[in-house]
């Protein structure tokens, strides 16, 4: 009979081997298939792509919309970029779509480790591994929900670059056409106060957003206060 914690090990083992280990010939066939269609939409702008480091990468970003993930995936074709997203996507009708594109599902009602053993999985491997740090989309009239703590746990425990970004624009097809801003690579130190470099990413995102942002109401709140 197999104990509790060695069958836990086994499914986690499972996890890693079918969402980290994939070929990227899925992933290639939907960007390949998914790209002219993106762009006859959204005619997407993506700035800085060139600022996107080798090895291991924890890409960072806001989340406003459904489309979000897909302006640097059409951009950036040099490597796959693995979003974390929520089961149900996996779940639903469209969930071979989120297979292909080699996103690793999250269960949010529950405590997942055989998630952040992918994650790491992924990292250890020199791949990009896209979070959402709010950890949902947010829907309210804050710039930013607040973050949680995976994106700069990944980055530190994996030694990978922590890389911020912010979707801007309305994201409307055919009318209102979003971009994507990326900021400047930098890593945590092994020693560095999580809490702190939680507060460190938020800001610079918030301020990314600030400057770039575009077509939101809430950043006529914000000038107004500044006036």
Known sequence: MISKERGEIIKEEQFVKEYADRPEFSYRLLRL????????????????????????????????????????????????????????????????LFRMALTVPVDRSRHTPEVMAAADEILKNGGILGIYPEGTRNRTKEILLPFKYGAVSLAQKNDAYLLPAVNVGKNTPFISRGAMYIGEPYKIDKDADLKSENEKLRQIIYDMYVCHGREDERLDAIQDKRD
Request: no cysteine.
């Open 33 to 96: 298939f998914f790209k002219p269609l993106v762009h006859l939409l959204f005619h997407p702008k993506v700035y800085g792509l060139e600022k996107i480091p080798d090895g291991p990468v924890v890409l960072a970003m806001n989340h406003r919309y459904a489309s979000d993930p897909v302006f640097i995936v059409y951009a950036y074709k040099k490597r796959p970029i693995r979003f974390l997203a929520a089961r149900k996507f996996h779940d639903g009708i469209f969930g071979f």
